[in-house]
Structure formats: C-alpha cells, structure tokens
C-alpha cells in the first residue's frame, strides 16, 4: 500500500540530489506526523520537539536508504519511534505540564459542551497518560495529527480493524477515566496503571497487573519441551508491544511460548488478542510440570466459537464451548481468571465460559497458534493472593 503525501516521491527525488529545500517542505509535509507519533510515547512538549528534529536529521542523513518512495510515512514513522524509544530509554521523564495545552482541545469529542479549561487539560493529560502506549500512539494520530484510519494502519503496519478497535477502546477509558477524576480518585488509578479493567484487592491490599512483556525480544519466555529456540524463532515475533505468531499446517510450526512456573496457581491473564489468518489462536494455562497437561482457551475461527478445553495424554476434552463471532483483523480484550477450581473467560468485558474443574491447580501459561498468524499484546498478569 502507497502510505506517501502527493508530492512525495518528486520531493524525496529532489532532496536525494541535494535540494535542502525540497527536504524543507517535506518536513512541513510531515511533521505533524512526527511530532504526534513521539509526543505520544515522551508525553512532554520540550523533549519532543527535540527528538523531532532529531528524527529529521536521521531522515535527511539516510535518505538515500530508502528503497520504495511509496513508503516514506512508514519510514519516517519507524524513525520517530525509534527515536522517541530511545529518550524515553534515556530519560526519566516527570511531569513537568505541557505548555500546548491546546494540543488537547481537539479531544473535546469527550465533552464537547464545555471549553477546555485550565483544570480540565490538567486531567486529560493525566487520563491520556494512562492510556496503552499502542492505543496513545493510534489516539494522537487521529484526534491530533488528523489521519485518517486507513492512513494510520497503513504507517504502523496493521489491520484498519485493530484501528478501529483502538480508537473505540481509547475514547471509552479516556472518558471513563476523566469521570473517576470528577471524583477525586484518579490517584489509586495512576498508581494502578489498570488501563480500565477492574480493581481487585486482597487481604494485602490493591492486587497490580504485572506487564508479561518487558525489555527487548522475549526474554522470560521459553519454548515448550521438545521444541528448540529455532523453532520457536520461526513462529514468534516480537513487536513494539506484542507478540506475533505465525504457524502453517504442518505440526512441525506448532511451538507454544511460555512464561511462569508451577508456583503460578491462581491467577489473572489479561491480554489483547487480533485474529490475523488462519484457525485458531490459543492461550494455554495452568500448564502440568511435564508440559503434558493444560487447559486451553481457544479461538475457533472455523466453527466461530470460543472455548476452554481440558488436554491430557488422553485427549482433548471440550469444557465450554459457546457460540461467537470472531472477525480477522478485530482485536479482543480477553480476561482469563483461573481461581482455584473456577475457569472463567472474558471478552470485551463480558462473560464468555465458565468452568469448574479440579484438574490442574497450577501452571505457567503459554501462547500458541494452529494454522494461523495471531497478534498478542498488552500481557499483563496478576496472582490471586
């Protein structure tokens, strides 16, 4: 898909022979593309100005390296992003207060019968923050920067109905969330960070999401028994904040990734699920020491179905199986709660299986794919104390 501006692929021509003026309008083409895409990972106005012009530099130094013109959003949005991971790496960024707060005031789709007052953009900033680094990159692009959908999946390189789906996951939470400030609360929120699913709290107190994904490539998570890390290279991939995996018809690709220990028994798994080809995607959990047992919740794209099933040395053993519709290139918010003998699935928030088993107790979790290429991202997990 051609991602450019008109005019691109004439400039970038121009500014590759050495016209610095034919580079200047592409920056001014780009630049609200730039700015928003950092903005949304620095949140701070001085430091995203630098790192603009940053990205800028780099662009105009390795310009000669860009092999498709058809291509240059895309290229100059991996640059920014880049670059904006990079400070964020480098610093750590406090909340020092935007001085654009007019930045905010084209979000006002969330009150649009009120002007954005000082207070106000004080606790939209706050409430943006809070927002899924993804979700605040796909936000800031449409609301701010003024692409439109299929513009914005054509530069980060997804489905526009994972577009779509950000969109409408970010205005609820942002919404959601300027209405627990109303309140006075939005302290326990930050501290949280529970990007709008539910608070849960033990005997000792608030119990926190653990991110799943951290740092570089999958560090902490391992191949099933019987696979090598080659085959688990071959299906798995790391994204910004995700994981994708890829696995064709023949078992030989099928190689669960897993993460945790037989000391996980009860627990929370929260994760954002896209569909992308294929059959079925799958999360294994509560997974036997020998790796040979696990329940298993599974997206039955052929039978349009979600179930939680039981896998033994005997077989596979349907626990709950309930009709859904499950569209490829739709993200779902999935919930998996594993509390004692109580299996319970969640999707978008609503109640999808629920099961009681004396099984297995405990386990690590795994991903998995059949047949099929499947975005995983936002990992987070909690234990049940």
């Not at 577009?163 to 942002?174: D, G, I, N």
């Not at 209405?179 to 501290?191: A, C, F, I, K, P």
């Not at 099933?309 to 709660?337: C, F, R, W």
Request: glycine share 8%; net charge neutral.
């Amino acid at each position: 898909m051609n991602d450019s501006l008109p005019g691109d692929k004439t400039l970038v021509d121009k500014a590759c022979g050495g016209d610095e003026r034919a580079f200047a309008d592409l920056i001014n083409q780009h630049r609200s593309l730039v700015f928003g895409v950092i903005w949304a990972v620095l949140r701070d106005a001085d430091d995203t100005e630098d790192a603009t012009q940053e990205t800028f530099i780099l662009a105009y130094r390795n310009l000669n390296q860009l092999d498709d013109v058809g291509k240059f959003s895309s290229w100059l949005y991996t640059i920014a992003r880049n670059v904006a991971l990079k400070w964020a790496r480098k610093r750590t960024l406090e909340a020092r207060g935007l001085s654009r707060v007019q930045e905010y005031q084209q979000l006002e789709f969330l009150h649009p019968e009120k002007t954005v007052e000082s207070q106000y953009a004080c606790d939209l900033k706050r409430a943006f923050k809070l927002l899924s680094p993804a979700d605040r990159t796909v936000t800031t692009l449409f609301y701010l920067v003024g692409l439109h959908q299929n513009q914005i999946a054509s530069i980060l390189g997804i489905p526009v109905g994972t577009v779509k789906s950000r969109l409408h996951r970010s205005r609820k939470q942002l919404k959601r969330r300027l209405l627990v400030m109303g309140n006075g609360t939005l302290v326990d929120q930050e501290n949280q960070e529970d990007y709008g699913r539910r608070v849960i709290s033990g005997m000792r107190g608030v119990i926190h999401w653990q991110k799943l994904i951290q740092g570089d490539g999958l560090a902490d998570w391992r191949p099933a028994k019987g696979h090598t890390e080659a085959s688990l290279n071959r299906v798995w991939t790391r994204t910004d904040d995700g994981i994708v995996g890829e696995a064709g018809p023949s078992s030989d690709n099928d190689s669960p990734l897993i993460i945790g220990d037989s000391s996980w028994g009860s627990y929370e798994l929260s994760l954002l699920i896209t569909p992308i080809s294929g059959g079925n995607a799958q999360v294994f959990f509560r997974m036997s020491e020998d790796e040979r047992c696990w329940y298993l919740l599974d997206f039955l794209l052929g039978w349009q179905a979600v179930a939680i099933s039981k896998v033994s040395p005997e077989g596979l053993t349907k626990l709950s199986v309930v009709n859904y519709p499950i569209e490829h290139g739709h993200e779902y918010d999935v919930q998996i709660a594993a509390r004692g003998a109580s299996l319970t699935s969640y999707i978008d928030g609503k109640l999808v299986n629920q099961v009681t088993d004396f099984s297995y107790q405990s386990g690590p979790i795994a991903l998995n794919v059949w047949e099929c290429k499947t975005a995983f991202r936002d990992l987070r997990f909690r234990h049940l104390h």
